[in-house]
């Protein structure tokens, strides 16, 4: 059998999708592969000669990485599970696989790492955990909604047939009132629970998304606060979408509230409208990129650390004061999103505001989908 020559061997880690990272004794980096460029976003130039230091993340203790030195530096090889940090900031996860390499005498020349970045494993992961605690929360609101609703409407009833014979003027009435309000209350959130359920019929038609985005903040502008200002800055020639536009209009008002909500002492929202060519997480060389619309609020607020970040879709999840919210706003946003056959991403960091961005795909063929899924 022919030997494979150093070339061959070096053309073939070139190659690989994994993460190679070959550092001498004392963990300076001497060689990377093109795809440790593209995962940490540094240039081969940016870490030759510098320590393997250069990614940490800050999310693992002294005694994770004194473990980790302890394994390889007595010949051993360490497998395990990593939190590093790219150029940019952004934290990844990986799976490792660090291997010392020998001379003849039994020295340790080198350490040779094969890294896997997780990152889409674990996106996949929490998209069909999250879809799977959506789907059976939603049917519990479905269940319960409607007889719930059932009650409600026989109370307020009660209430106005018990209002008409009361003097306006009277304590009793203003009495009744106060019921009323905390009854009428009470059936939106029941109404939001049939939404968030699926239990609303939905209505897709082809609509310009500017066109929404414009209506959805005429009627915005009238209910924000006046040291809260929204501006639209929308796409050129956007192609059309179908969509339920009462939908998305609802998600916009509840995106651009829930932005109000994190600039206590007001700001600026910018609602954005384009084009984007995003890539399928099944695109192989025989499939073709999938153009979509896109949408993206951002707010100047407070931002969210990554826990919140975690949860926020999560119904009933809420930062807000008791009383302050409900916590599905968010949750009917993600429904609505995942009803048109799209995508939502969040990008935030405490003290730096939060980008809220929505994907919906314009292929004909990908949009169908969506329609059968929304009824």
Do not use: C
């Not at 019929?201 to 200002?229: A, D, M, P």
């Not at 926020?312 to 008791?322: L, V």
């Amino acid at each position: 059998m022919p030997e494979i020559s150093s070339n061959q061997m070096l053309t073939a880690v070139e190659a690989l999708d994994e993460s190679v990272v070959i550092t001498d004794p004392a963990g300076i980096i001497e060689y990377v592969n093109p795809a440790f460029e593209a995962i940490t976003g540094y240039t081969r130039a940016e870490v030759l000669g510098q320590s393997t230091r250069i990614l940490k993340s800050g999310q693992h203790s002294s005694a994770f990485y004194e473990a980790l030195w302890a394994t390889i530096s007595k010949g051993d090889v360490w497998r395990g599970r990593m939190i590093n940090r790219k150029k940019d900031g952004t934290l990844y996860e990986e799976k490792a696989t660090i291997s010392p390499v020998m001379d003849a005498t039994g020295r340790i020349t080198n350490y040779a790492a094969v890294k896997f970045d997780l990152s889409r494993e674990l996106k996949l992961q929490n998209e069909l955990h999250h879809a799977q605690k959506m789907e059976a929360l939603g049917q519990m609101a479905e269940g319960i909604t409607h007889d719930f609703n059932n009650i409600l409407q026989i109370i307020l009833g009660h209430v106005h047939f018990v209002e008409d014979e009361l003097d306006p003027a009277s304590q009793e009435f203003a009495d009744l009132e106060k019921i009323r309000r905390a009854t009428e209350s009470a059936a939106e959130l029941t109404s939001r629970l049939m939404a968030f359920g699926r239990s609303q019929i939905n209505s897709f038609e082809k609509i310009q998304l500017n066109r929404v985005v414009e209506e959805s903040l005429g009627l915005l502008r009238r209910v924000l606060r006046e040291n809260t200002r929204v501006d639209f800055v929308p796409g050129e020639a956007m192609a059309e979408v179908i969509a339920d536009p009462n939908q998305l209009q609802q998600l916009i008002l509840n995106l651009a509230l829930n932005a109000q909500d994190a600039m206590p002492k007001g700001g600026r929202i910018e609602v954005s409208t384009g084009t984007i060519i995003a890539k399928s997480e099944e695109e192989t060389t025989t499939t073709r990129p999938v153009r979509h619309a896109f949408l993206r609020v951002r707010d100047e607020g407070i931002g969210m650390d990554r826990v919140t970040q975690e949860h926020i879709f999560d119904p009933f999840f809420t930062t807000k004061r008791i009383g302050g919210g409900t916590g599905l706003g968010l949750a009917t946003v993600y429904g609505i999103v995942q009803q048109h056959g799209g995508t939502i991403q969040v990008r935030s960091a405490l003290g730096e505001g939060t980008e809220f961005e929505i994907q919906i795909p314009l292929r004909e063929e990908e949009l169908h989908g969506a329609h059968s899924r929304g009824g």
